[in-house]
């Protein structure tokens, strides 16, 4: 009779602690798919960013030579994601679009290309916006104040970029910090569930003397030990639906590097981790300052 009730009670640890870990990985799942959204946006917030052109205009007296090894010195700079020269054969295809010919543009322009020899940047993604076009045109104009006679760009595009990136990232991050709220109540429930029926256990090692801290130890380490295996099965379901949304919609595809992967596996480890040990942590000192009585009821 005393095997059964052994192999019952067993039975219920295992189940109750499996329930626990489940519930967490599918919390910190839905935390990590705002995250991923976060971070996934500014991924793509820097390629549209340093994909902002800006055009370097010369004086006429400028030949292509001269202006290629203005060209080679503007690769050195750090302010720039890319720097290329574009020459007036490229800017008339580019400004005739697909199909049309150069002989075609060439009479349509009665014979004569009037587009002069440019050089195109992107800027880096930290000086994408107004104030840092700005910058860079104040220091091409003074390192080439004889060569360069207008750096153009596109203000309202850039304020645009600017604007509407920031907006949404804000609001993912809102709804992120909401859903950390409910993450942090649903949990603690979960887990206060979880050491109810270990309370007696609690209490009759209190009474027998044993001081809190070492009451708390087990307990904590088996908290960490849940937050670190839910993180992983949180992370584990959150690459394959990643992946499987990859595979499945040809119209965009949901990639990090390697930094953001990094900051989204450690966020959902450290909030695993934290969660689970200061939920362990209030719910244990709850039961240890009840009564024998309250234990009942």
Same mark, same amino acid.
């Given at each position: ?64 030579t001269d202006i290629k090894l203005i060209e080679i010195e503007l690769k050195q700079w750090p302010e720039f994601s890319d720097v290329h020269f574009v020459s007036p054969e490229l800017a008339m295809q580019d400004f005739g679009g697909v199909g049309t010919s150069k002989e075609e543009m060439l009479e ?6 009037? +587009?002069?020899? @440019? #050089? ?5 993604? !930290?000086?994408?916006?107004? *104030?840092? &076009?700005? %910058? ?50 649903? +949990?603690?429930? @979960? #887990? ?5 029926? !270990?309370?007696?256990?609690? *209490?009759? &090692?209190? %009474? ?54 990094? #900051? ?34």
């Open positions: 009779m005393s095997k059964n009730v052994d192999k019952y009670s067993k039975r219920g640890v295992r189940t109750s602690y499996a329930s626990t870990v489940i519930g967490i990985s599918l919390v910190l799942f839905m935390i990590g798919l705002i995250l991923g959204g976060v971070l996934g946006i500014r991924e793509f917030e820097k390629q549209v960013k340093e994909s902002i052109r800006a055009d370097i205009f010369f004086n006429p007296a400028m030949n292509e349509i322009l009665d014979g004569e290309n009037p +587009i002069p020899p @440019t #050089i195109v940047f992107s800027p880096i993604e !930290k000086l994408a916006d107004k *104030k840092g &076009m700005d %910058l860079i045109r104040e220091k091409l104009m003074e390192s080439f104040s004889s060569q360069i006679e207008e750096v153009s760009y596109n203000e309202n595009s850039v304020k645009d970029v600017n604007m509407g990136f920031q907006q949404f990232i804000y609001l993912l991050l809102g709804v992120a910090l909401l859903l950390v709220v409910i993450a942090v109540a649903m +949990i603690n429930n @979960t #887990i206060r569930l979880a050491l109810y029926s !270990k309370r007696f256990t609690i *209490k009759t &090692m209190q %009474l027998v003397g044993a001081k809190g801290s070492f009451i708390r130890r087990p307990f904590l380490w088996q908290a960490i030990l849940q937050g670190v295996i839910s993180a992983i099965i949180g992370m584990f379901i959150l690459v394959t639906v990643f992946y499987a949304s990859n595979n499945m919609f040809d119209t965009f595809e949901i990639t990090f590097s390697q930094g953001s992967f990094l #900051i989204l596996a450690s966020s959902l480890l450290t909030l695993g981790i934290f969660i689970t040990v200061l939920s362990t942590w209030f719910a244990l000192n709850k039961y240890l300052r009840m009564s024998l009585d309250d234990l009942y009821s």
